[in-house]
């Protein structure tokens, strides 16, 4: 009875004195079972594993921390694990679950951009409530996601930035994995390096296929591209697994950073964990959160960390901030809006602030994005990084790239314009609205 | 904002500040140090060393344990003016990582890394001074701009060097970023230098120092001077003088015009023949990688008839006995690779021979139930290192023999992980040969797979030799593990990414024939190499998958069928 009744309650609000009470009854109900369900996404099996694993035990870590201090709203949290394994319809069968069948109040959840557009309709349909912590490719705003991982003008834009005005780069290798998030990246960043000036002959885009691991011919036309008296440098979208023998390749056939910088977007402390790191000391990574960055709430987030798992030579990285983000947006919101009922909390959600763990603080904003601050690292020999380079403030999220003929007229506001793709050419919401 | 970032060079302020502070903080740091406090100071100011060379060193040294990255960078170039002997190792070791403060008193040492323990070197007087554990120690950090601002400084030291080898090395290094310094010390070099060949590098070095000389004539020689060297900078250095897009840089005068264009087109001639052979390589050693991970399917598919999807998996634990015995030898390295050759063999094979006797014997003849309870076997083979390794991927360190480059000329090198595997996919192809044709297993193993009932009639243990097959197969497979932990990440998906193309060669080849193995991993190889340039390795891949559905369409059996009435009576 209660979930159709709560999402007659979100999608009529012409009958709002009934939803009033139906709201109160829903509370009543809930009430009733003196617990608070929160949804965990992530996969636990399959080749995601290796990464989601990680995010499913920093929300864990987070309720642990969160039930400590006395829940939220008078109530403890409690964790709804599913493990959709890898695979992507499971996923979207995993999340109906939840909304429908555990009636959780929140996910935090998915990895890949193909698991979060498998969720997406799920969620839009039970009016549920994500969030997602992982750096994506932009070009989606929906009402029922939060996004607190960076969107390319977090990430990979100022790298670009940082890399031209820097290290002076003139030519240009877009390295990606064959998927929807390097594409995208590398369309976004073909676009912005030729409105900055850069001829067409001066960029390079190769793609290779998922856990690629003969990188001999990939590596020696990056190394014929790179010597034509033009400092040159990657831009690496290459995902998971086909890292480590791409760096391995790059230092044996005596590439350095020096030569030809390698930044990428896809390679972090956890990543490196597993490295042997000698051939990959100095290239870069761009994140929004590195783990060697001193800070109190850091040290404090780190040791919390060591302590939950037990081992202390778990690393933390940039998508286990933004969990940490999200999660304490959720509890903030939660709090503001005095109940868990999902529309109110989506509601409440712009305009809030929290600090995050290298000092800044992250402010919702109407697009379901966050401000993050970016970060340059090079890669040392011990799998962290030494920050060269940082935004001066943090960044505001831009849900549709500037860059791309179609998306640049597009705007997401879910607080004035109630609509993810608004053109603003001709004033028209397109899809969903609120 | 928090500590470690102000205190590194934040580049998006203005360099003055960045240098200002960095003086003022050395200046700071080197008055804590009372007694060579002035001297110090003074030389970064002059840049010049009026002190004893000891003290100063000293000095340095000690000033390295608490400086920011823009403060090593001076202390480096001072420590390159001095003219002490003992600061090339310093530099080496800086570079290298094998520099490190005591924490307890700030003492700067050379370490060593020896097992657990560091054994410590003191820089000033280079003896040795005991060992110590890590913990206590911190090491000296160097980033990027550190790392190019070391090996210039090391270079120029480098060229006083006895070795003419390590004169040519430093003159190329110091060819990659010509400035007046480098040219100066390139051109007292020059004058004294008396081994032809660092002459001849040196001159290239001056030549490209005169590309950028406002005098047409020293352009002209210097561009007919540069005519016929085919090395990396010089390409790098001829090339922006034609122009580019944003059209600076150009050579105007028509007459070395032409002379670069001259050299730049001898270059690319050379360049294109290298590339070629360069392609085949690659397609060599893709093939042997391709090889080496069918060819104990070749047995176990070829010759036993039996789709084991859990070939993969065999790989995988191979590649983890890798890891396990570099762990168990952490101080060996090079050998450990030595002794997980038979250790993978003897893992994956005894795996293979329970994989036999437990499940794959009871479905002879059954292959669809045998692709279901193998495909599930992989699957339970792939969770249990999960549970016992974690997720994770596990690092196996390449050995120093193994990493690096075999630079034949400027324009052609082999990397030598890759020459070793294909080396290694020889060997043990010839091993098998021999192990199949030479040997009474291999007689018997023919003879079972020709025809069972025959060869039992004959007292042959059939059953036995179905184990023995099935675990020589998996045995191989763990040795291509080994092979692989050199390639790639060892992770418990490592298998999944080799079955496909494992079954594409022994497809390919034509089912139990070891030759054609050897022949269709290899050709596959080089036909994907010779796409991808052109292709991309997406594309190419899908080529080669569509080029290998055609071929089986008209010749189901693959490129060596085999015949008779054994091969045709199945």
Known sequence: MKAPLIKSFGFSRTLLAATTALGLFAANAQAADDTIKVGVLHSLSGTMAISETTLKDTVLMMIDEQNKKGGVLGKKLEAVVVDPASNWPLFAEKAAELLEKDKVSVVFGCWTSVSRKSVLPVFEKDNGLLFYPVQYEGEESSKNVFYTGAAPNQQAIPAVDYLMKDLKVKRWVLEGTDYVYPRTTNKILEAYLKAKGVAASDILINYTPFGFSDWQSEVSKIKAFGSAGKKTAVVSTINGDANVPFYKELGNEKISAEDIPVVAFSVGEEELSGVDTKPLLGHLAAWNYFESIKSPANSEFIKTWHTFIKNDKRTTNDPMEATYIGFNLWVKAVKKAGTTDTTKVIATLPGLETANLTGGSAKVLPNHHITKPVYIGEIRDDGQFDIVWQTKAEVAGDAWSDYLPGSKDLEADWVTLKCGNYNTKTKKCVGQTN | MSKPLTSQPRRTRGWTVLFAGAAAALALLLGGLPAHADDAASATETEAVSAPAAADLAGILAAFAAADFSTKDQLISQLATLHDPRARPILQALLDGHLETRSSDGKVFIVEEYGDALKLTDPLTSTAAGDGKPDDFERIRSNNALRKTLKVAIAQLELADTDPAV???????????????????????????????????????????????????????????????????????????????????????????????????????????????????????????????????????????????????????????????????????????????????????????????????????????????????????????????????????????????????????????????????LLVFGALLLVMNRTSLGLKVRAVAQNRSMAKAMGVRTERIDALTFGLGSGIAGIAGVALSQLTNVGPNLGQSYIIDSFMVVVFGGVGNLWGTLISGMSLGIINKLLEPYAGAVFAKILVLVFLILFIQRRPKGLFPQKGRAAEGH
């Open chain 2, 167 to 425: 004169r040519i090395a430093a003159v190329k290094q110091m060819r990659r970023d010509i400035d007046d310094s480098t040219v100066a010390s390139l051109r007292a070099a020059f004058g004294s230098e008396q081994n032809p060949k660092v002459k001849h590098e040196i001159a290239v070095a001056l030549a490209l120092a005169d590309l950028a000389a406002t005098d047409v004539d020293a352009r002209l020689a210097a561009v007919n001077a540069l005519d016929g060297e085919a090395a990396t900078d010089v390409y790098n250095a001829l090339m922006p003088l034609l122009g580019d897009a944003d059209g600076k840089g150009i050579e105007t005068d028509p007459k070395v015009r032409a002379a670069v264009i001259a050299a730049v087109h001898h270059i690319n001639l050379w360049r294109g023949f290298y590339q070629v052979l360069d392609t085949l390589f690659f397609g060599l050693s893709l093939g042997s990688v391709l090889v080496l991970s069918s060819i104990g399917l070749a047995i176990t598919f070829g010759v036993m008839g039996v789709i084991n999807m859990a070939h993969g998996e065999l790989m995988m634990l191979g590649a983890y006995t890798a890891y396990v015995v570099q762990q168990l030898m952490p101080n060996h390295i090079g050998l450990s690779i030595a002794v997980a050759i038979p250790a993978a063999f003897l893992v994956s094979g005894l795996a293979g021979v329970a994989i036999e006797r437990s499940i794959v014997r009871f479905l002879y003849g059954r292959p669809l139930e045998t692709l279901l309870a193998t495909f599930g076997l992989s699957l339970i083979l792939q969770q249990l290192v999960r549970s016992i390794f974690s997720p994770l991927n596990r690092s196996v360190t390449t050995p120093e023999w193994m990493s690096g480059l075999w630079q034949i000329n400027d324009l052609f090198s082999l990397t030598y992980n890759r020459l070793y595997i294909v080396i290694f996919t």
